[in-house]
């Protein structure tokens, strides 16, 4: 039987139809490996194993298209996998038929991983090969990997994260400022939007938010400017003067007055300030007044008559409005048409007549009853 054994199930066969080679061993020898070959299929025909049926995660050894009544075969999970009866041996049985396999491979599972401090977990299951992946929240930062996988030991790897939280350094202080307010709260550090305020030195401007926040990036966001901020003497206008500080350069906020010779109106404000673009808030300038237009009129002078001549002896100052009273033939009525005078010039509206000083019987406009 042990010359059986030794030769598989083909090399039988072949055996029986290949005799092609039996002239060339002696005849003794010939007839007793027939003999020997026939007794073998006899004793083992219709009872070899066929190939095991394949189990879910596990592997057969040694796998084979035939086995022999006798032959073993171990079913063993692959790696990953666990049964909780540990593998199975099989005997291939004299009726050549497989006992029924009850092994049943089932993945291994990991630790618990569904929750993370701070942070999210995503995932399915936690059997092998299966990956989660982390995720923290708004100013925490992972610390470690952000996806593990259940490795065929059952254990994670790399091994979970945590989420710690983001901290920013010290900020840098930018040129010409100090920090006025910041209190470090994570030993020399800062936690997520903690806050520092800057201040410009003396004399410097703040261009820029003067507040800086820690960011989730674990960096503060940007950072204010201080600069150094002259502004040029102010220009004397025409017909006027400007007062500014005796000091060699003017720097922010310095104020400059401004004033105009008699007659003359300032338009704009008087006083004008350094502004921190290095310019002044505003350039006034002078404004000539204006000559009578006519001799004599009545007009209407913030709501009320006044005769033109009286009341702007000395002319009219630049910005200053007046209201000439016109006649409507037709209807006999009277209206009143807006003239102002700037810069020097005054404009009379084209409706208004003045009258002769002998025209004395016509009646003024101003005393016609209004339309
Ligand atoms: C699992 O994660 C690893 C890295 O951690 C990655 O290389 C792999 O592609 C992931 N597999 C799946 C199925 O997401
Ligand atoms: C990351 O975590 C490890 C241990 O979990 C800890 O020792 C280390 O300080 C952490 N690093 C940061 C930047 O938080
Ligand atoms: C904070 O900074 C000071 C000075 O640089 C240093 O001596 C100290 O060790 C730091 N403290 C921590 C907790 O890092
Ligand atoms: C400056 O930043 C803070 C927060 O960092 C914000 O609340 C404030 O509105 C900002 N101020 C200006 C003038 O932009
Ligand atoms: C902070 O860091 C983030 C990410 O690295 C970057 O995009 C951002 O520009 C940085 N902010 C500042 C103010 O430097
Ligand atoms: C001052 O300069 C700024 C920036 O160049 C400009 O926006 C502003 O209009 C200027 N102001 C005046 C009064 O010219």
Sequence with gaps: MTGCKLMGHHERKETHFGTVHAKFIPMAAQVLFLFLSILCHVAT???????????????????????????????????????????????????????????????????????????????????????ISFSCNAGFVLNGTDSAKCNEKGDWTPSLPV???????????????????????????????????????????????????????GNWTELPECRDVKCPFPTRP??????????????????????????????????????KFGNWSAQPSCKASCKLPVKKATVLYEGEKVKLQEKFKNGMLHGQKVSFFCKNKEKKCSYTEEAQCRDGTIEVPKCFKEHSALAFWKTDASDVKPC
């Design 163 to 217: 989420c710690s939280p983001v901290t920013c350094p010290p900020p840098s202080i930018p040129k010409f400022a100090i920090l006025s307010d910041y209190k470090p709260r994570a030993g020399n550090n800062s936690f997520y939007q903690d806050k520092a305020v800057f201040q410009c030195l003396p004399q410097y401007v703040m261009f820029g938010n003067d507040t800086v926040t820690c960011t989730t990036h």
């Design 238 to 275: 025409d017909n006027g003067f400007v007062n500014h500080p005796a000091k060699p350069v003017l720097d922010y906020k310095d104020k400059a007055t401004y004033g105009c010779h008699e007659t003359y109106v300032l338009d704009g404000p008087e006083v004008v300030e350094c502004s």
């Design 45 to 131: 025909a219709g009872r070899t194993c066929p190939k095991p049926d394949e189990s879910p995660f596990a592997t057969v050894v040694p796998l084979r298209n035939f086995y022999d009544p006798g032959d073993q075969i171990v079913y063993s999970c692959l790696p990953g996998y666990y049964s909780p009866g540990g593998y199975r041996r099989f005997t291939c049985p004299l009726s050549g038929i497989w006992p029924v396999n009850t092994l049943r491979c089932m993945p291994r599972v990991c630790p618990f991983a569904g929750i993370l401090e701070n942070g999210a977990v995503r995932y399915t299951t936690f059997e092998y090969p299966k990956n």
